[in-house]
Each structure stands twice: as C-alpha cells, then as structure tokens.
C-alpha cells in the first residue's frame, strides 16, 4: 500500500541509541537498550508535537539480535505498513547488526512505503550524542512517500539495504555503502536524492517466515576461511544440526583447502553450502570449475538470510536458485 497518511511510527528495539552510561563522557562503558522508544523520542525537541506513534517491538543490544526479535519486527512492521493513517516506520536498532536487520526487512516485506533504520554510535547520556539528530532525520525520511522501501539514515547519509556495511567499531562515522554509493543525504532537514533504492519483491518465501514458528527456521550457520583454518568446525556444525553453511572465503570467495573438503563432506550429508567474500567491499565475481555457487555481491550475513529464505522455499539444489531479483546478485 503506498504511503496515503501523515502519521509516523517509531518502533523501538533497543540498542545503543536507548543505551545509557553513569558519566556523559563515557561513550564506550555503557549499558545498551537502557531507555523505552518513548524516552529516546522524548529527548528531540524537533519531535514534539508531530504526529507520532511509539511502539516497543523489543529491548536488545543488537548484537543479540535473534529469530524471534526479527519475526516481532517483521510482523509489527507489516502491520503498521497497512494502516492508511502511516506514512512511513521508523526503526531504532543498534548499530552492530543493523546491515543484517534491514537486508532481512527488504527480503521479507519490501515495502511501499518508507521504511527508515536508524541507531547512534553514542549513547543517550553522551555529551554529543548523535541519536537524537539521526532519529529526526528518520522521521523526515519517513514522511516523504517518494523514500519507500528499507533503508537506514546515519550521520545525514542514507544507505540502502543491500549497501550498508558497519566499518569501524566505535568511530561516529561508522558506517559505508561500498561501490554502490549512498541514497542520499538529509541536509539540513532537507532530503536529498542521489540514485533510487532498487525495487524488489519480497522472498517466495517471506510470509512462511514471519508465519512459522522462529524455533523452526532453517539453521544456517556462516564460517570463516583463514589461514590454518579447520574442517573440522563444519563437521561440528554439521553434527549440530546445521541444514545450511556460508562460507566466508578470503578475496574472491576462496576457501582453504580444509574447509573446501569439509564442504563436501556436507553437501554428501545434504547440507546446502555457498561461498561468499569475507572482504567488505566487492563479494564475488565469477564461477569457476568446481567453485562452490555464490550469491555474488551479497556479504557473508546477507547470504545467510537469503540461504535461509530459500531452504523454507522448497530446498537448495547444487546451484542455489536466483531469489535475489537485484541485477548482479543472482547466485551462481
């Protein structure tokens, strides 16, 4: 449903952004998902008086994030995305999974109206904090129609879901787009466009997803390629019960020799596995003889929420099947 009212939700799910520290100058020491969306709206001058609605999905650090946090998300996001009365939903996050939030957000929904992540990399108690400022940018993307779909604003940039990575640990400027480049910018107040958000439908199997129980999603588990690296941690998933693997390759998607082994002897026991590139920037390009298939462009945390879509579609042959509709991202 496209975007027909003027009233803007705010759901809350914690993080830094509600995070709170005993000094205003500590910026590292403190407690995360401290303060309800209500307290975090409330600290915005900007925001008193407009027409807005707070709701708490959940109170996370985000490096919690889990199954069930996502389903309450993805179900309460649908529901207000409905309401003719909404222009648009803010989500406050934390900032260390919120690429995999809001790539998850655009394959299950892909909504016609804006869908807007925000978080800060300060807490709420800092002398500068930069929550405030990033949520009132949040709000103005919110209520323009022509901002439809999922994307996160930070710093006055906006990403898009299938760009934002999270590049520094605790700098304010924590975040990138890669080769894909920003949205665009909110100045002053004041959007501005640089490239459009690449529409997409959601996932063939995105309503099972927020329909089915989170305890009976498919397990999929992501390992790393590196120097010394061992197959025996992919038997160990294996034995664990896992029904998918993303292997996070160095460069172009390459496995060590170990794990490479080790992948077969999954995919022997019917574990689907792909490849992917643990660099931040590029993923994988090509297919060579014998390679592992891939979702190309998508990081190794992207990949997993795709795998795991298409596992609840039906299975994952050899070559997994293209569910990404974007150009360039179809596996392979």
Excluded at 175 to 203: I, M
């Amino acid at each position: 449903m496209a975007s027909t009212g003027s009233k803007v939700v705010i759901l809350g799910t914690g993080g830094t952004i509600a995070g709170t520290a005993a000094s205003a100058t500590d910026s590292i020491g403190y407690r995360a998902a401290s303060l309800g969306v209500e307290a975090v709206v409330a600290a915005v001058p900007a925001l008193q008086g407009q027409a807005l609605e707070c709701l708490q999905v959940a109170q996370t650090d985000s490096k919690d994030m889990d199954a069930a946090v996502w389903q309450a998300l993805g179900r309460a996001l649908a529901q207000q995305l409905a309401r003719a009365e909404v222009a648009g939903v803010v989500i406050t996050h934390g900032t260390d999974t919120l690429e995999e939030t809001a790539y998850f957000l655009h394959r299950v929904l892909a909504p016609r109206k804006p869908v807007v992540l925000t978080a800060a990399m300060r807490p709420a108690t800092a002398l500068m904090a930069d929550g405030p400022q990033n949520l009132l940018d949040a709000v103005t993307l919110a209520r323009d129609a022509a901002w439809c779909g999922v994307q996160a604003v930070l710093g006055g940039r906006v990403y898009g879901p299938l760009d934002l990575r999270k590049r520094h640990g605790w700098q304010l400027d924590a975040f990138g787009s890669g080769d894909a480049g920003l949205l665009g910018l909110v100045q002053d107040g004041v959007p501005r466009r640089f490239r459009d958000l690449r529409a997409a439908p959601p996932h063939a199997a995105a309503a099972r997803l927020l329909s089915q129980d989170e305890r009976d999603w498919p397990v999929v588990d992501i390992v790393s390629s590196h120097a010394g690296a061992r197959g025996a941690v992919i038997d160990a998933l294996v034995a664990a019960g896992a029904m998918g693997l993303v292997i996070a390759g160095t460069g172009n998607g390459s496995l060590h020799q170990a794990l490479a082994q080790a992948a077969e002897r999954a995919r022997a026991a019917g574990v689907a596995v792909v490849r992917a590139s643990r660099c931040l920037d590029g993923g994988v390009v090509g297919a060579p003889a014998g390679a592992l298939p891939s979702y190309g462009a998508l990081t190794p945390w992207q990949a997993r929420i795709e795998l795991m879509l298409d596992l609840m579609s039906g299975g994952v042959p050899d070559v997994v099947p293209g569910a990404v509709p974007d150009p360039g991202l179809r596996p392979r």
